[in-house]
């Protein structure tokens, strides 16, 4: 099973626990003061009154539970494939300038429109969400794809799906705009300052607090470097040959092959001669005596008898293991075609 990308399982954990805590605050009306949720909503007058943390922690923040589950999904796809595409260190620290961004800019259009439009507060990561989905499209080599069975142009996806939040009660449809238009502007490049090197970004993955996710069991830290994000990849598409049960069986080795594993110093005979002698195998160690090797005359059909092979006071070199090698002569055959067999013998000691 796949493992979750650290940086977005973490960011789901933040939002159960601000977001639950809240709900169950609602619930019961004890434990916790009653605008607990509420103050850390993204609000211009909070903001102006110096609560600059609601610039990140409005992120974290449903106060319904369709809601926050709609949350969890959200997080799980487009943040975990962002983190995946460009690793867990540039994810963390653009998730944090998307996020201190477009509520810069939201804060200057709701403004702007308060007098003449009745806007919601900015809550939930589906902004986030929003400008991550344009960066990766902007920067995608894909011109078309499928959209609910329908082949689009890449580049209408985030706006159709703009149009398909707006009917969630909680999201707020200039917040989710503001991603978009910060995504693309970072995602054609205007904001080149942002993008570090993949070499800083694999020397931040050896610093605190990156050192520390590493160790988090049960997770997987997407490294900074492409070549690294690359190896891992290849190493899923290429198993270890071995990994899989079905390669665990294969046929067994031939005979020939199986007895010259069993025995490393006998020598196999040619293929012409495999059917008449046998290898010569070592005796046990200290033994002396006679090797007896049988040659049949009557060869099988289409191949001549071993007198025709081995000439008259030929000689055949015997590999006899620890006792080293030595030459024996190999008799021809005597008397008629009406002898079975002759006997050679072959003297080791």
Known sequence: MEKFPVATCLT?????????????????SNGLPDDFLSGFLLRPASVREGQ????????????DVISLVCSAVIIWYFAGSFEKMVGTVKHSFLTLVFAVSLALLYLVLRTMASGMLKMTDAEGFAPVAFAMLAASIARSRMRRTVLFGVNVH???????????????????????LCGLLIGNIYGHGYCFALDFSESTASCLDQKFPFRLLKRIPGVKYVPGSLAERSAFQNRKLNPVPGSYPTQNYHSPPP??????????????????????????????????????????????????????????????????????????????TVGTASKSEDVCQIHVG
């Open 255 to 332: 005979p020939l092959l199986a007895m010259h594993m069993q025995y490393p110093n006998a020598q196999i005979p040619a293929p012409g001669l495999s059917s008449f002698q046998s290898p010569a195998l070592p005796p046990p160690a200290g033994a002396m005596g006679e090797l007896c090797i049988q040659n049949h005359s009557h060869s099988p059909a289409g191949l001549p008898p071993v007198s025709h092979l081995v000439g008259a006071n030929s000689w055949m070199p015997v590999k006899t293991g620890d006792l080293g090698a030595h030459q024996a002569p190999v008799f021809p």
């Open 154 to 176: 890449m580049t209408l996806v985030p706006w159709l799906l703009l149009c398909m939040a707006w009917i969630f009660p909680s999201s707020s449809f200039l917040a989710n």
């Open 52 to 63: 600059v943390y609601r610039l990140v922690t409005y992120i974290f923040v449903y106060e």
């Open 12 to 28: 789901i954990l933040l939002t159960l626990l601000v977001s639950g805590l809240g709900l169950l605050q609602r619930s019961r």
